[in-house]
């Protein structure tokens, strides 16, 4: 079964620093983007980036350019999201979904929930 | 990067009624590059339809999409208890691809 397994929720305190998880399974990870998403409480659906973890090509959309950092490691199949310093405002699931050759995403991971308070 | 504005906000209808969603972009999408999900509560999105009018796997009959350039519909021609959920269209065409803020379908 092909599936994304995210790393649990997070509780931090701005300034702090974070990265979570993503590993995929029961497909070939090099061969397809690996995308994030941001969605804050009781809103939508915002794409962040993705990228390609057999070259670590990556991209981001403008809004998150430089407030996250995107990164793969192909020998244990899992891509990462993280953040140099947290603020309130990050605060939201994240979720990680594999791009399909049609370019939409496919398979969705569980959802990673990162609370961001003092 | 393309604006898309989902209509209405919210829908509210009868098991066994038809629901249509609309989806309209700020410029025209390419190639047909325009995919809906549904999300449910405390579940991750699940995709419906890519290529404005293809079933991804698994996803029954009742749900199909249609539209070009910047009109899109998703129609749901009889509504099931399962397809009250908030359902969100994305464009793929023009980096960086981005979804519309979603339309609630809520049980009358």
């Known amino acids: 079964e092909e599936q994304l397994v995210q790393s649990g929720e997070e509780v931090k305190k701005p300034g702090e620093s974070l990265k979570i998880s993503c590993k995929g399974s029961?497909?070939?990870?090099?061969?397809?983007?690996i995308g994030w998403v941001r969605q804050m409480p009781g809103k939508g659906l915002e794409w962040m980036g993705i990228?390609?973890?057999?070259?670590?090509?990556?991209r981001y959309s403008p809004s998150f350019q430089g407030q996250v950092t995107i990164s793969a490691d192909k020998s244990i199949t899992t891509a990462y999201l993280q953040w140099s310093r947290l603020k309130a405002s990050d605060t939201a699931m994240y979720y990680c979904?594999?791009?399909?050759?049609?370019?939409?995403?496919?398979?969705w991971g569980q959802g990673t929930m990162v609370t961001v308070s003092s | 990067e393309i604006v898309l504005t989902q209509s209405p906000g919210t829908l509210s209808l009868s098991p066994g009624e038809r629901a249509t969603l609309s989806c309209r972009a700020s410029?025209?999408?390419?190639?047909?590059?325009l995919a809906w999900y549904q999300q449910k509560p405390g579940q991750a999105p699940r995709l419906l339809i890519y290529?404005?009018?293809s079933r991804a796997t698994g996803i029954p009959d009742r749900f199909s999409g249609s539209g070009s350039g910047t009109d899109f519909t998703l129609t749901i021609t009889r509504l099931e208890p399962e397809d009250f959920a908030v359902y969100y269209c994305?464009?793929?065409?023009?980096?960086?691809?981005?979804f519309g803020q979603g339309t609630k379908v809520e049980i009358k």
């Open positions: 029961g497909y070939r990870f090099t061969n397809y983007w």
């Open positions: 979904a594999r791009q399909a050759d049609y370019l939409v995403f496919d398979v």
């Open positions: 410029q025209s999408v390419n190639n047909f590059y």
């Open positions: 290529g404005a009018s």
């Open positions: 994305q464009q793929y065409g023009s980096s960086p691809w981005t």
């Open positions: 990228i390609y973890p057999g070259d670590s090509d990556t």
